[in-house]
Nanobody, 119 residues
Framework: QVQLVESGGGLVQAGGSLRLSCAAS????????MGWYRQAPGKQRELVAG???????NYGDSVKGRFTISRDNGKNTVYLQMSDLQFEDTAVYFC?????????????WGQGTQVTVSS
């Protein structure tokens, strides 16, 4: 059984910073792509940032230059450093991992962590 546990959300003023973490636990062979998505009330879930096993990264247009995704393979953890936060960044943030076990790839989601930016 694989679990993803997120931490680091909260309330921050516009212009501030937050760092999200998501750690995977359980039995598996390796982790392929890691990523962060977000969903604001009344909106669809959208990609925030992704990072491959080779550390190639991609970002949603609205966060480019402000957010940085990174990973620590030894800790099975993905991070999202968020800077210059804006009201529009308010959402529930979900981590996502493509986890490989017994040559099969599985898609896992975290439980979500709330990020609220006050204007």
């Amino acid at each position: 059984q694989v679990q993803l546990v997120e931490s680091g959300g909260g309330l921050v003023q516009a212009g501030g910073s937050l760092r999200l973490s998501c750690a995977a636990s359980g039995s598996f062979s390796s982790i392929d792509t890691m990523g962060w998505y977000r969903q604001a009330p009344g909106k669809q879930r959208e990609l925030v940032a992704g990072i491959t096993s080779g550390s190639w990264t991609n970002y949603g247009d609205s966060v480019k230059g402000r957010f940085t995704i990174s990973r620590d393979n030894g800790k099975n953890t993905v991070y999202l450093q968020m800077s210059d936060l804006q009201f529009e960044d308010t959402a529930v943030y979900f981590c996502n991992m493509i986890i490989v076990h017994l040559s099969t790839r599985f898609n896992y989601w975290g439980q979500g962590t709330q990020v609220t930016v006050s204007s």
